[in-house]
């Protein structure tokens, strides 16, 4: 894959307040955000996420979070966290420090995970939290009286985010299954039994992703009619040092940190979107390298990996003894 | 021969491809005449367990041929139009993980992947091999009728009469080659008929 053309750091910001901090089950609690200057937010179609920057004492944390909210209301915007206690301490950080009131700085909303419009029908798929696309995408839907279904797989009834919400005003078109209760998503039967020009859309953990993948290819459905969205929170790992060529910088890439990150913290500008992986804006080029990569992203394909020319910097990592980046 | 290699021509001209056999939940075949030939060549019983075939035999005796293969259904007709209604309801009832198999002429290429597309079938879903005729389906730019079979450049539109030249430029949504007015300058003067691939 080519890089995108400009390449930014981040979408445009947008200056908000936040008007609610809603608790939603033992872990997920919604955030709502209004502009600061009054105004209504830029439109978004489902799928669409934000990246809420975080200001954490002396260190900045970008996480991308899904829009939620209804796109034909733009007067907010809204978000759902899940408090990932072993997780890098964003999530943890809303949850303990972010109430009313508060000011904060988002990102102008940016689609990985659009609907397909060709579609004859959408089907989608959400694991736990990876359901706050699909509350976007249904909104959206509904506007235009659009053919949908929605099978959401939770642990238990408690722990399923606006599931009662979504059964109470959708009676026919979601289905709820409860892992703790021992009952999966049946795949097979769903995939198998779509009208022509269905599109499946899955969000959630990588093991359900992977599985609807696999099953739809196995019974015969192309590629390019499952769309899935997974943000990968970077991994922590070993600590490297870099060299970044054009802004003249030798820098140490900390255990906990991603090299997007590390470069931000030594102040390069350095381009993202997403930060999860998946839409390409960070490609960096390898000037040279001895030693290996942690490819982790969505991103580059099996001969950019082979050749060893390119990086992820928001998920990806090095190990070895001189990594000189094209940065 | 059944096969032909088309010469190279402008983005718009379709190019075809080879069928070969894809993992599906079911699989339809719409083949004419020589088409019938790369069905024969590509089919297995894995195929065949799963398969619906659709044969327009245009005056060619490959149906027994086809049905010797043991598809789970099979169907004989003599035009791509009296097949048409049949095509429309397989592919109504049809879900997804369908393959669809189209060879033989691009007329019947063209409007099978045409039919198949707005029934919703993904385009990665379909596969094309061109066997048998070259001739084309043209359509008419001045009157908009539609020339089926036309092997000669120019030709003679048949709903208006007009002296058409055979263009590459190709309609998807038509599934048809374009035909232009070939004399409208000087009427009357007519270039020698020749094979389009002459
Ligand atoms: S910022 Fe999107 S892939 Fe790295």
Redesign the pocket.
């Known amino acids: 894959m080519s890089a995108p053309q400009k390449a930014k750091a981040g979408a445009e910001k947008i200056a908000v307040t936040v008007s609610a901090v809603v608790p939603v089950t033992e872990y997920v609690t919604r955030f709502e955000f209004t502009r600061t200057d009054g105004a209504d937010f830029p439109p978004f179609s489902g799928g669409a996420h934000t990246v809420v920057s975080m200001e954490d004492g002396d260190r900045t944390r970008l996480n991308p979070y899904s829009l939620m909210s209804d796109p034909t209301d733009l007067s907010h915007y809204a978000i759902s966290v899940r408090r990932e206690d072993t997780g890098r301490g964003g999530s943890a950080f809303m949850h303990s420090q972010v109430a009313p009131g508060d000011a904060m700085t988002i990102t102008c909303p940016v689609n990985l995970f659009g609907l397909d419009w060709r579609a004859k029908k959408h089907i989608f798929f959400a694991g736990g939290i990876g359901i706050t696309p699909f509350l976007a995408m249904i909104g959206q839907l509904e506007q235009t009286n659009g053919n949908w279904e929605l099978h959401y797989a939770a642990r238990t009834p408690e722990s399923a985010a606006y599931a009662d919400m979504l059964l109470a005003k959708f009676p026919t078109k979601v289905h709820v299954y409860y892992s703790g209760q021992g009952v999966r998503i049946p795949l097979e039967s769903l995939l198998s039994g779509q009208p022509l020009g269905t599109h499946a859309y899955v969000c959630g953990p990588a093991g359900l992703i992977d599985l609807v993948h696999d099953t739809a290819t196995g019974i015969g459905w192309p590629h390019s009619n499952v769309h899935s969205e997974e943000f990968l929170a970077p991994a922590p790992g070993a600590p490297f040092e870099v060299r970044l060529c054009k802004s003249d910088k030798t820098i140490t890439v900390g255990e906990h940190e991603s090299l997007?990150e590390a470069m931000e913290r030594e102040g390069v500008d350095a381009?993202?979107?997403?930060?999860?992986?998946?839409?390409?804006?960070?490609?960096t080029n390898v000037v040279s390298a001895d030693g290996g990569f942690i490819h982790r992203?969505?991103?580059l394909d099996d001969d950019d990996r082979a050749s060893g020319k390119k990086i992820?910097?928001?998920?990806s990592r090095f190990v070895g003894t001189t990594l000189e980046l094209d940065r | 021969m059944s096969k032909f290699e088309f010469p190279p021509s402008i983005g718009s001209r379709p190019v075809w491809g080879t069928l070969e056999p894809r993992v599906g939940q079911a699989h339809l075949f719409v083949a004419d005449a020589q088409g019938a030939e790369a069905i024969l060549d590509v089919a297995t019983p894995e195929l065949m367990a799963a398969a619906h075939i659709i044969f327009i035999t245009r005056g060619t005796d490959y149906a027994d041929k086809l049905r010797a293969l043991n598809p789970s259904q099979f169907y004989e007709g003599p035009s791509y139009d009296a097949a048409l209604s049949r095509i429309k309801r397989v592919l109504s009832d049809a879900k997804m993980g369908l393959q669809v198999y189209i060879s033989g002429t691009e007329s019947l290429m063209g409007q099978m992947t045409n039919e198949a597309a707005q029934a919703g079938v993904p385009f990665e879903s379909i596969q094309t091999e061109h066997r048998g005729s070259t001739a084309r389906r043209m359509q008419c730019v001045h009157c908009k009728g539609f020339t089926e079979e036309v092997e000669t450049d120019p030709f003679v539109c048949c709903h208006c009469g007009l002296n058409l030249f055979v263009r590459d430029h190709y309609s998807r949504r038509l599934a048809a080659y374009q035909g232009v007015c070939v004399d409208a300058e000087d009427p009357g003067n007519v270039p020698a008929q020749k094979g389009i691939y002459e």
């Open positions: 997007l381009p993202f979107l997403c930060r999860g992986g998946s839409c390409g804006q960070c490609e992203d969505h991103w992820m910097p928001c998920v």
